[in-house]
């Protein structure tokens, strides 16, 4: 399409208004109504009835925002890339989400996803809570079937039910799984640690299909073989890759509902993501920030960073 | 009963235990298990599933419990009353509600205080957000029919629905009008301010029987004259006093989830309630504490005291 | 102009979208761009180089932003108005100052509030440090000639100069004196406490002719006083109205650079600009807000409801 | 002594050397080893283990100091005086108190007051809990005697013993009582508040010859009349000001050890403060500031300007 | 004892009551009078008066029990237990200390811990500030005689006096090596780091027989040797485990009295106590959280979970 | 010169003045004025106009020395120092900097600095803005012509302007090179991680001399290659060692102004740090700290351990 071969519009310059003036869109970026076409739009999903310890996400997709202001975006050594050049990206705002009615909330996601991907091709959502991995890999199934699946997290989130719930954020990938949203034999969680609800809890989830890397094996073997690990496991299938933020111990990660101590630091987390450059990503979310309990913006600073990072992979996407 | 003529246990002495040390029942009293028998219950409601802006007072009662450990509480001169000396006062634990599903928690606070009036003869609440306030006025209206309903708050909670919802943290005065269950020659509103959602507010709040007395006329006219009007309006009817901690000015209650500033000070809002000695109370509530945006716990200890003041109230209460 | 007859774009509903979600422009108002006409612009100006002891107010526009999601907009009672129906309101974005250059800044935002003018009848500022009130009187001095002056704040801001700088936050009225910015007859300063820089402090502020509320005034006469002093003052002249936050005692807006105990609380600074009904308002900013010294939004919460109240006083604006 | 006829040595100028940059001296004042003679000593105390709830109190005086670069010192309007020009002002450090004998401790503090005296005219002290009253108390009465006693606080201060220790932060004034440390028909409780630990409380404590102006007293009658009490007190006797920062309402000083609800306004505190020029004032304290639970240094900065406007009262002593 | 053959009490479920409500205790355990028998008893001892510079670990026991709601705790697969189901653990509320004299407080624990051990077989500490350690090892001695002992901390603790107090926080080992109350073959500290008050320091620890794991042993050597290290030295011995939260880094513990920078992760320590699986545990401390100092409970969470490692210890006691 | 035979004067001792009292020097060393001669000057400059994103360094030195006092200083184990026996160590208090004039402000720091060598032999500098590094460098060739220069930092600062201004704290490096200050074959980047402005970034830096070890080299080849790294290419030249505070992670030092995840932990620094044992350090810098965004001062005792730290190196240069 001839329309595509304008140059990306790209964030507002920090050499023209200061990085903490401006726009309040992600890395200052133009809005989607901006663009005329979209490579990658950014998804802002405030929704945080889905947790059960402390709540808070709903403030997640503005604070990851203004955390963004602070990126430097022109170059990216790791990728090599020059993502807002390469790629038209847009914010494409908030999701107006039901916060009294989670099976609604789940359907407007479903169906502004579903939208979105009619004007970009991919996404990258600001969550939220883990709730809304559902609803977005049913948007991405309509686009692509199955999908590999990588899953950043202190926890299995594959619990059947919570207080009757099916849908809840400790649930989302049960119900992905027996819904057939992503590709069982290319399905990973990555970060796992702590103790569980139940001696069931890891067999019931290897059920559903998935491997898992333990946070330990960072400790143990390094960030080199975690990639490994799950490049084999993900091959060059279309992926979806979800990243709760607490992954990340909580001194890298505070702001979050579900703390777990002994977490990855930041540094091993963005390195496993720039290790999997190449890998065919068409969507991702980065989910659990709570700002409430952030301090100095590190939490959503990690999140923003994640997000952006997300974006180059897009950008070394195979063709 | 006999039984009833032994002494109230008393909470544990801060001569003895250092305040900050033993158990985290409210001011250190029994649990309701230990007891014989039960004037004053305080019930932690640990719900927050209503609220639109800013969550997380599912973490109230415990904050308010805390905070509680530093109240002075032998003897109060405002009231002249030793009120555990004078009353078996108890803490009866949290009520366990669905955080996913609004009307069944609802169910389940109307069940428990249903039940917990077999046990004890009033109750006090510490929540939660405002849709407790439903199901405790169905369970004090179980015991004594529709009642005087005083009701501070920054808001009027008389919402019609929000997002679909019937039952939220701005609606539960709507619900109870609707279910007749409190006097509306007996109902008022005491703490009112700032801009509204709608022109229609204040007159849809008015056919539900509510007066109102805005919190700009304890700057005209100061305490006794907002005391003298809430006495003359509720008489010597049994009273349910539902207090909505953001009634208080951020400066005096920032850890709550929808702040309005120019709100009361602590000192007026105590100096009110002081003012209600003899009215004939059965039961109030507590809440709305956020503890996430508390500072140095100010918020929890002013509703700890309130809670206090109420356990006064009680004890003054005409017989 | 016919266009003009079109009822105002209003904010986003937060029926439909939940305050804690869409856009970031001030209380979720469409931008400048998309409003085919506008009455007030809100302009921020993320500006604070001019600070002379915690600096920060540079974040103050975002923080400011942010907080007024939470603000209720549709009737003001105190106004009797629905102000974003009366009047098309837009939000202007950031003016992009040189933080590294002074006079460059002040060059900046006056060129900018100038074109300004052009596309806005009237314009409220979000600070941004007071320095700013410099070219934004000038601005309006450009519209309406000397406009009467009335600032709030807890002290003078009339030094001459701050090594050797002209241009600073305590020094803006000195300046707009010297340049006739304002009618020396229909000025004053409202809040002054506390102890001063020097003997001469006084004297000089009222050679420059100044009159002053001082904030103890407040304690011994009230609020309904010093609206009247206020009003006397000013007359019916075009009005620009300037408010420091620090006006405010630091337990109501902890989160600004020079705090000063023994100050307004918000109820009292919000009923005089209450008071100020049917003034002449032609421009107005509030400024200081430094939020990495704020709780829990307390002050950026105060200074929205404050520019929101400015936005009142316009649609009462006599025409 | 022809040495004292030199000028005061002054705080370093906010003109010449920016306020958060040099000593950290209060207010930047010259250390007692720098000044040839000294008219007020302020005298850092840094003890807590006195303290019954929350400790923290030991960096008071680091606090207090940190905070107090901000103040304005040059005129005092509301005094009429320019102090460290009237009067040789000057730091003279932190007493080095055991923290772990509190016995040891409080000769400690008698000995260097004792030792100060010596070397100044007056002493203002910066705790520190309220434990440090008793020793000060000792040193001022060899100076003069007997002293009335204004103390503004929350609490009485005037239980007999807690945990078997004699010498605790709730026990100062029965100390000094028995001692005879001050005129019991000259003594006053300014503030006190809320509920008590026992019904005789009270009564004890109007046995030790206190007044008590309660703190609702503000609500009711105003600050005049409390200043007029507190005049018609003490009379001109000299006088010992002793001020627990928990006197102001938490909203005012959350960082404090036991702060109760309802308390003074920074305003009201200031300005009964101001009304006492021209009593005898020979010495004081601030105590109970405790940093880890301040924020923004709103209390600490509360307790500076206490400790500031107490060097005015000295300024206008009857000579 | 046939009563023994009861399966436990477990904690309350987080299926059935949410995990932020319900009871205090620690992981929501029984009372300790709630229990038939007794395999593990945690015992709070909210005693901070040995501190020598943040104060406030009296907070300690309330915030960790509080963190621990939030642990899942039904399956540990580092372990392959089920903790609470294998062992009967019960909470068993704080010790009673004088915090105005820390010999009597020493004795009060040393009565305490004693009596617990007729109750209960593995008592686990929750702190406090680290003087506890001494009468907690004098009771352990009258069980078992001089036991093995490893202490993780930044700093040795083994001063002689402090003003000359001999039990304060810093030098519990050297009173515990003077009573013999460990062997001093089987001694260990472990995370050592940082400058010292002196250079005999380490000499002078070594005299009292201890072996020192230097924090930097970790970066240069990894988990698994510090893991070999410590099991080589203790052996099967009886084992007295004390953790002084400080020996984690200030970014993983924050809310600690006297931070150094350079310590252990707590993915770091967590794997070094999980190496320990078959040791001979026979009680355990977890000192030093001061919660005034603490963000977001990283610091209680990180303990609490420790001392839940802890009890998994206790699990895999070999019989 | 037999002056420099007598032994330092000492900081105060911790077991005289508990290490939370006593004067505000950096780790309580005497002050300059009162020393006979000086090895190494500490010097505060508390200038922060130079910040592009969060300013508020103007607070760091206050904030450093106060976090100092936590520090054990007498003997040093990973360098076998006794430093302030070997070396005689004070605190040369604050340069007093424009803050309105950037240049101004750099000249009066040359000036201070210059003026300051010819009272000692080396100066270690507590930041302030990066832009200090410009002057400090002009200070010290004047003494030893260009020098070794490491810069620890996550950014390169070698922009060649920022809205126009050549000195800012984006680019202290970049004048620097253009000024010849430093040896270009003995310059270095170290942490440096991260997204850049510009894929001309790295070979613009590299044109000025620098080499560059990424921080992820921590991650692959470990502190002792950097260090190796670092050794190697600076040789025994005369050492100007500048460390930014955001080399580390934010877990690690969140109270900076433009904070860049995945950095180093502070074990990592100090352990690189320790390893330059040897080399040949004229002069440093610490900088960066923004108090306004520290928690529990994490940041300012990272901070006060480096610049600590950096006098052991100083006492263990080759003589």
């Known amino acids: 399409m001839s329309e595509e071969k304008q140059p990306p519009i790209e964030p507002i310059s920090g050499t023209i208004v200061p990085r903490y003036a401006g726009p309040s869109t992600f890395c200052r ?6 663009v005329p076409y979209c490579d990658v739009a950014m ?10 310890y402390r709540s808070g996400a709903r403030f997640g997709p503005q604070a990851i925002r203004q955390a963004s202001r602070h990126l430097r975006t022109n170059f990216h050594p790791a990728y090599d890339t020059e993502p807002f050049k390469q790629l038209q990206v847009a914010d494409a705002g908030d999701v107006a989400c039901n916060p009294y009615n989670i099976e ?6 479903e169906v502004a996803a579903t939208d979105l991907f009619t004007k970009a091709k ?4 600001l969550g939220g809570d883990h709730t809304i991995a559902v609803p977005l890999l049913r948007a991405v199934n309509k686009q692509v079937g199955p999908v590999a699946l990588v899953h950043f997290d202190a926890h299995l989130d594959t619990w059947d039910t ?4 099916p849908y809840t954020h400790g649930t989302p990938f049960r119900r992905a799984a027996e819904e057939g949203l992503f590709n069982d034999s290319a399905s990973m969680h ?11 809890d890891l067999d019931n989830d290897e059920e559903l299909g998935f491997k898992v890397v333990h946070c330990d094996e960072l400790q143990t073997h390094g960030v080199d073989h975690v990639v490994k690990r ?3 496991r993900i091959g060059d299938n279309p992926l979806y890759l979800s990243i ?4 990340l111990d909580p001194a890298h990660a505070p702001g979050t509902g579900t703390p777990e101590v002994a977490g990855m630091s930041s540094r091993e987390l963005v390195n496993i993501i720039r290790g999997l450059k190449g890998v065919n990503l068409i969507a991702a979310d980065i989910v659990e920030v709570a700002p409430a309990y952030d301090h100095a913006e590190i939490t959503s600073l990690a999140a923003a960073t994640i997000a952006f990072e997300m974006v180059n992979l897009v950008a070394c996407r195979p063709s």
Do not use: K
């Open 29 to 34: 970026l133009p809005e989607l109504r901006d």
């Open 230 to 232: 799950i490049r084999d």
């Open 190 to 200: 990555v970060g796992i640690r702590g103790p569980l609800y139940s001696r069931q």
């Open 122 to 125: 991919s996404i990258v959502s």
């Open 104 to 109: 609604e909330a789940i359907t407007q996601i």
């Open 43 to 52: 998804l802002g999903i405030p929704f945080d009835s889905g947790t059960s």
């Open 244 to 247: 709760d933020i607490d992954v």
């Open 162 to 165: 919570y207080f009757g719930a």
